[in-house]
């Protein structure tokens, strides 16, 4: 299960496609007519103009700066298809030509001045890099063209960026216009040149540009100097753990190159071919003013790399590729109709919906083709299969919202992480390429498969609910590759994970009592009695570190005393990793304080009732307004992208909390701190996030709250607070149920809901359960404002 497949394949013939025979890396397993194929999906259903107005909204520079280690968006504002394969975007440096770690997980960086190249593969909105690979530069040569990155990078002009969804524009300091398009696994440039510009036209290919090590990599062209092929063996920063992965592409030229050099070691004596990880191919032009060129990417072979350019692109215009992308991502953003609100608001509400389908990213060939977990081609019968989940944080708002909006989506990706499961032995936390990264803590892909069953989609969940167990109850073996839950065995023995003998103890035991409450319902829902009986106690296994002196979860050792008490300071920041210590990962006591949303009512209990629990959490936003105005009146950067002591938006945690009034009943109250949550940390600018998207999770957390609406997911649970717009229609569940989301009163500052209606009926608290929004209907905001 742990067998690495062979990183190096030399003796290389043209376009790389015969290159090896057998089982061997660079062997295509399948055909044009295997199983699952999806063809050219994306554009099968054109809708018109239906839709497309909404692109006007979406702002993909939007969280691509920001500040300091913790206050960076991460995302990128280059050309992709929804949860495409391809993303074709610049990666930037800054000006000593240095490119800091936290502030390029994407590749690019607002602030930047250079453009290192156009890149096709890379993670978005993440907190550390990986992907970055197969890179095009345009290039003057006068004389000669430069063999370096650090010769070849250029400025970019002053304000000619431009981007919209599926594009991307800039002109550099050497006049040359790049435009950039892609479908879902092909990227598409286009490249303008000075008329009068001195010296040849040129394109360099680059397999050694990666966000992380690039340990191979070849290239290949035809006689003709119109096509080439090769691959590129990266490890990045979350795919170190299990070896990198190989990304293989084919690409076309618009016309024949006039000449053709390589630079690199082992280039082949008829010049065609370079086979080694610094290999670069350079297509020169004498006189012409443009150079087009497309593309393939596939992590599976060259051939499918070339199936899928073929398929997908072959025979179009750049203005067709861009169209049918266009179309892709009006379909998505069509499924939310907002009515009111400003242009900002609107602006970031599309915007975000647009960054909650940049990852998982879809991995599979048009054939269906996967590479697996257990290093093997695989077909994926279901449809797609997608790699790339950020789960920890994305099965807190980003899953729920596909599962309730698009589930055909979800469908796929609960596939994928299914056949993860069987073809890599265990569900994995953060899976990414063809291997799991094993970042964060807890087990989420537990809660995203069960609420998936729970809201209707249709898959094997008896298969899926066996294969959960294999780490719901005991660890994975060591030299397995997964950590699994980390502690299940102590933490089910005596109801925490001992902070003497496993890091970030109190997190990993609150992240677990969530996840027990999906098992609970999942196991209910299947009639698995014994399995129900176990997760439905230790769901409240949480409250056993809760120190009633203190007021505060505490870590607790194995003997059962609590640990650190004598020095507890419920603001000490701790980050967490994987063989760390510490109680709690990235976040404090009292951020931690309010992490059971699965069980607001016993927190309640805790903390002696409902009035004293609206109290505290009424402290607790008041203790982050002040923090968080002391900060950005520091105008300092650093402080401003920092970690925050109390409520801290920028991590995913706490996200939830200010839902916790409503459950409460005081729906004022979260309508109150939603509204401040959405004004001071989101904007219509590269700065507009206030920490890493991971993966679309901030994001989709702002399309939740403009609806009104915060899913608790693996429960019944929809916290409601105040909506965004005057009016949105949409549709929910597998049947796609019409719902309409309507504000009656006042939406500004200082209102609130004092009546919230579903299908006319005053609700009896600020709540609504999936039993009734699954059916459709209207949800109605009586707002006033408040003296």
């Known amino acids: 299960m742990n067998a690495r497949r ?139 063209p430069p063999t370096r990155e650090a010769d070849w990078r250029a400025r970019k002009k002053a304000d000619t960026e431009t981007a919209a969804p599926g594009y991307y524009r800039v002109e550099l300091e050497t006049g040359v216009v790049a435009e950039l398009t892609a479908s879902t696994r092909v990227g598409a440039h286009r490249y303008t040149f000075p008329a009068d510009a001195l010296g040849a036209r040129c394109l360099i290919v ?84 443009r150079i087009e060129a497309q593309i393939g990417v596939s992590y599976v072979s060259i051939e499918g790399a070339k199936r899928n350019l073929e398929a997908e692109t072959k025979g179009k215009t750049f203005e067709e590729i861009r169209a049918g992308t266009e179309r892709a991502w009006a379909d998505v953003l069509k499924v939310f109709r907002a009515e009111g609100g400003t242009d900002d608001e609107r602006t970031i509400f599309y915007t975000a919906l647009y960054h909650a389908f940049m990852m998982p990213t879809i991995e599979s060939d048009v054939d269906g ?103 719901a109850k005991q660890d994975p073996p060591k030299g397995s590759g997964y950590l699994g839950r980390g502690g299940a065995e102590a933490y089910l023995e005596l109801g925490w994970i001992p902070a003497n003998e496993y890091g970030g103890s109190v997190s990993v035991t609150q992240e677990l009592s969530v996840a027990d409450e999906a098992l609970c319902a999942f196991a209910a829902a299947l009639d698995r009695e014994a ?57 404090d006591a009292w951020q931690y304080l309010w992490f059971a949303p699965h069980d607001a009512q016993g927190l309640m209990e805790l903390m002696g009732g409902k009035e004293a629990f609206v109290s505290r959490l009424t402290e607790f936003f008041a203790l982050s307004a002040t923090e968080e105005e002391e900060v950005q009146a520091t105008g300092d950067p650093e402080l401003i992208g920092a970690a925050r002591q109390y409520f801290w938006f920028g991590n995913e945690p706490g996200i939830h909390t200010p839902y916790l009034f409503s459950a409460a009943g005081r729906a004022d109250l979260a309508c109150e701190h939603v509204r401040w949550v959405r004004r001071s940390f989101f904007k219509n600018t590269p700065d507009g996030l206030a920490g890493n998207d991971d993966a679309g999770t901030l994001s989709a957390w702002y399309v939740w709250s403009a609806l009104g609406l915060y899913p608790i997911p693996g429960t019944e649970i929809y916290y409601l607070a105040c909506p965004l717009f005057a009016r949105v229609e949409t549709a929910v569940g597998v049947e796609a149920k019409p719902l309409l989301v309507v504000a009656e009163g006042p939406l500004g500052d200082g209102s609130a809901p004092t009546q919230i209606l579903w299908n006319g009926e005053a609700l009896p608290a600020p709540v609504l359960t999936w039993t009734q929004l699954k059916k459709g209907g209207e949800l109605k905001f009586v707002m006033e404002k408040r003296e």
């Not at 071919?273 to 003013?289: L, Q």
């Not at 944080?393 to 909006?405: A, E, G, I, K, M």
């Not at 469908?411 to 964060?440: C, H, Q």
Request: glycine residues 12%.
């Open 6 to 144: 062979s990183w190096s394949c030399l003796g290389l013939s043209i376009f790389l496609l015969a290159a090896c025979s057998g089982e061997d890396f660079l062997h295509d397993p399948g055909d044009a007519d295997a199983p699952g194929a999806d063809g050219d999906a994306e554009t099968e259903e054109e809708s018109g103009d239906d839709g497309l107005a909404l692109l006007e909204y979406v702002n993909p520079f939007i969280a691509t700066g920001g500040y300091g280690q913790w206050g960076v968006g991460s995302d990128l504002p280059g050309a992709t298809a929804p949860f495409g394969l391809v993303k074709l975007s610049p990666d930037t440096q800054r000006e000593d030509g240095t490119a800091s770690l936290f502030q390029h997980c994407s590749g690019y960086f607002y602030d930047d001045p250079a453009i290192t190249g156009f890149v096709h593969t890379h993670v978005v909105g993440t907190g550390a890099p990986d992907y970055g690979s197969v890179l095009a530069m345009p290039v003057l040569a006068a004389p000669d």
């Open 531 to 587: 399995e129900k009986e176990i997760f439905c106690a230790s769901r409240y296994n949480y409250k056993n570190l809760w120190h009633s002196e203190l007021q505060f979860f505490l870590g607790r050792n194995r003997d059962g005393t609590f640990a650190n008490v004598n020095d507890f300071d419920p603001t000490r920041l701790a980050t967490y990793f994987p063989g760390q210590s510490g109680p709690y990962v990235e976040g």
């Open 369 to 471: 083709r996967y590479f697996g977990f257990d290093l093997q081609p695989h077909a994926a019968t279901w449809g797609r299969y997608y790699s790339d989940f950020s789960l920890w944080d994305t099965y807190r708002t980003q899953h729920p919202l596909l599962t309730v909006f698009y589930p055909d989506f979800q469908r796929e990706m609960t596939y994928a992480l299914m056949a993860m499961a069987k073809e890599g032995g265990y569900f994995p936390k953060w899976p990414i390429a063809n291997g799991e990264s094993n970042t964060m803590v807890g087990q989420p892909a537990e809660v995203v498969v069960a609420d998936a069953y729970l809201k209707g989609i249709d898959f094997p969940a008896e298969e899926a609910f066996d294969l959960l167990m294999l780490t």
């Open 206 to 289: 680059d397999v050694e540009h990666g966000l992380g090590l690039v340990k191979d990599g070849a290239i290949a062209a035809d006689a003709a100097r119109a096509a080439f092929s090769g691959f590129t063996h990266n490890i990045g920063p979350l795919s170190a753990g299990t070896g990198g992965y190989a990304a293989y592409f084919y690409g076309e030229l618009a016309a024949p190159a006039d000449r053709l050099s390589f630079v690199g070691r082992d280039i082949a004596g008829d010049g065609l071919r370079c086979e080694n990880r610094a290999c670069k191919a350079i297509f020169c032009y004498d006189t012409a003013e």
